[in-house]
């Protein structure tokens, strides 16, 4: 937007916008459908911010930089949980694995192969020539090959680098922030509300108490019946990692906690986790985990990931001098089910460049026994862990 590109404190700007508009769109009184929910996000978040970006149209930027691009060695599709994988006996290492669509087109169709479902958190070694002993490369990602594929090789102008930079460093915060939020942290002055002192009792999901044990609870300490109860429990479990299960004042929902926490124990020797959370607080939640989305689609151009990267492994003045991709790997332990799409994203950016790659495996390594203490420590998902990257560093010779 015009006037964010020639505001004296762009970041002050975008984050005053942000504070009118998100509330309007996430946890609202009545919620909306989850197709009206995106298409609200789209025109009026995530359009302007690509209109900021591009300095024109979205729709003509991309298209302008499809035309600028060249073919990329690398494939680097990031598996979903349940996704066929296949390895070959010439991989230097059984992690590495092909998608099933560069397995197709390689030489390594007609070699002795093994399929098996990927657990999520790892991506298609395809081009990698540390990964094979022999044919590295499918006829897509050849760069030899007549047929390779136009991918992602981009070389931004210097304004539109600038501006993403600017637009990224902005918006990476405002995710790292949100996502590490804890109870006793406050808003910025930026994003304080003018009005509304509604509040959220927030569930989250824990390996300690049954499905059973969950909606015991939930009846006796918010009055739900045993249906609501048994929505709120399955979303916990298998969708979101937290639910907020009463919207009220500062005080019902304190009562609300307490009750939760009392109850619980009861069943079990540790208290079900439970926060009391501002809705504005969890209406950028919800925005910050869409953002993370929106980052990987972004980043698909190696201009913008180049960008990316540089912001995301920056030195914070502010926080001990920790970058914000160390804050958010330093938090993964109690960032719910947030921290998949905060591992998605640094397997198709740092880990997808071969400079930066090198500078996240320097800051992986220097938090690795902290990371690996809260990875001791975590009661939620043991397959979910930032610590599974730890395959993609300390298996390649060069690192």
Request: with cysteine.
């Amino acid at each position: 937007m015009q006037e964010w590109l020639e505001a004296a404190d762009g970041k002050a700007e975008v984050l005053r916008y942000l504070k009118e508009q998100v509330p309007q769109i996430f946890c609202l009184k009545k919620e909306s459908s989850p197709q009206e929910e995106e298409e609200l996000m789209q025109t009026r978040l995530i359009h302007p911010l690509e209109c900021f970006l591009f300095g024109e149209d979205p729709e003509e930027g991309l298209e302008k930089l499809k035309h600028g691009c060249s073919s990329s060695q690398l494939c680097g599709r990031v598996f979903k949980e349940g996704e066929t994988v296949y390895s070959c006996d010439c991989a230097i290492d059984p992690t590495c694995v092909l998608c099933m669509d560069c397995f197709q087109d390689s030489v390594h169709k007609s070699h002795r192969y093994k399929m098996h479902a990927s657990s999520g958190g790892g991506f298609c070694d395809c081009g990698d020539v540390e990964a094979w002993k022999i044919g590295p490369c499918c006829s897509k990602h050849d760069p030899g090959a007549p047929a390779a594929m136009v991918t992602d090789e981009c070389d931004l102008e210097p304004e539109l680098y600038e501006r993403a930079e600017k637009l990224f460093r902005i918006l990476l915060r405002y995710v790292t922030d949100f996502l590490v939020w804890e109870e006793s942290f406050e808003l910025s002055a930026e994003l304080q509300p003018r009005k509304d002192n509604a509040y959220y009792c927030v569930l989250y999901n824990d390996e300690h108490h049954s499905y059973d044990h969950v909606i015991y609870t939930l009846q006796r300490s918010v009055n739900c019946d045993p249906a609501e109860a048994q929505i709120h429990t399955a979303l916990i479990d298998k969708e979101q990692g937290r639910r907020a299960v009463k919207r009220g004042t500062l005080r019902s929902c304190q009562q609300a906690r307490d009750l939760i926490r009392s109850n619980s124990q009861h069943i079990s020797q540790q208290p079900l986790r439970v926060e009391i959370l501002h809705t504005t607080v969890m209406a950028h939640q919800t925005f910050a985990l869409r953002l993370g989305s929106w980052f990987q689609k972004i980043i698909s151009y190696s201009g913008f990931r180049q960008a990316f990267c540089q912001v995301a492994l920056e030195p914070d003045t502010d926080r001990d001098h920790l970058c914000l991709i160390s804050r958010l790997m330093l938090h993964d332990a109690v960032m719910y089910k947030a921290r998949k799409v905060i591992h998605e994203l640094i397997l198709c950016s740092m880990l997808m460049e071969t400079d930066f790659k090198r500078l996240f495996a320097v800051e992986f390594t220097k938090h690795y026994k902290q990371l690996q203490k809260d990875f001791i420590n975590d009661d939620h998902e043991r397959s979910i862990s930032i610590t599974a990257l730890s395959v993609q560093i300390f298996t390649v010779p060069t690192l």
